[in-house]
């Protein structure tokens, strides 16, 4: 079985990182429009950016996995969202998992607030692309598969 995990450009932990809350996020799109950077904002200006990279599984199927890397906040080229305040506290964090016969790859996560509310970032339908889903957000979801295609697996009860 070929396993295709999370990618870290640096030493840190994301279930850390998820029990600290966020209270926004950034979106950078490609020409096409659909988002290729997602950045997600701690109070204090650091925060996670997080894309996609693509792995051929077989001669035509390609299936996305997420690259996280810490970075600063740049609010002079990104459009700033702030999230609901359920999302400035400890997160329950979930992997999205695509598993065929041959291949597990790590392809999303799921943040569940206390409250029940759940932020879902995953690999979109365009190759190198991220989605993002939020209550409320008015964002069309394209997620490379349907959400019910991905199996979960809890990283931290929260």
Not at 27 to 43: C, D, M, N, Q, T
């Amino acid at each position: 079985m070929q396993c295709y995990p999370f990618s870290f450009e640096q030493d840190f932990s994301l279930t850390e990182e998820c029990m600290k809350g966020f209270s926004s996020i950034s979106l950078e799109k490609a020409s096409h429009g659909r988002p290729v950077f997602i950045y997600l904002w701690h109070e204090n200006g650091l925060g996670i950016k997080i894309q996609c990279v693509m792995h051929d599984l077989d001669s035509r199927l390609e299936v996305g996995s997420l690259i996280f890397k810490k970075t600063e906040n740049n609010y002079n080229s990104l459009v700033v969202i702030n999230l609901p305040n359920c999302f400035n506290g400890k997160l329950k964090l979930e992997k999205l998992l695509y598993v065929d016969e041959n291949s597990i790859v790590e392809s999303g996560v799921a943040m569940t607030t206390s409250t029940g509310e759940e932020m879902v970032i995953v690999s979109g339908a365009f190759p190198y692309t991220i989605e993002i889903s939020i209550a409320g957000f008015n964002q069309d979801f394209e997620p490379e598969y349907p959400l019910t295609t991905y199996k979960r697996e809890l990283i931290n009860p929260s």
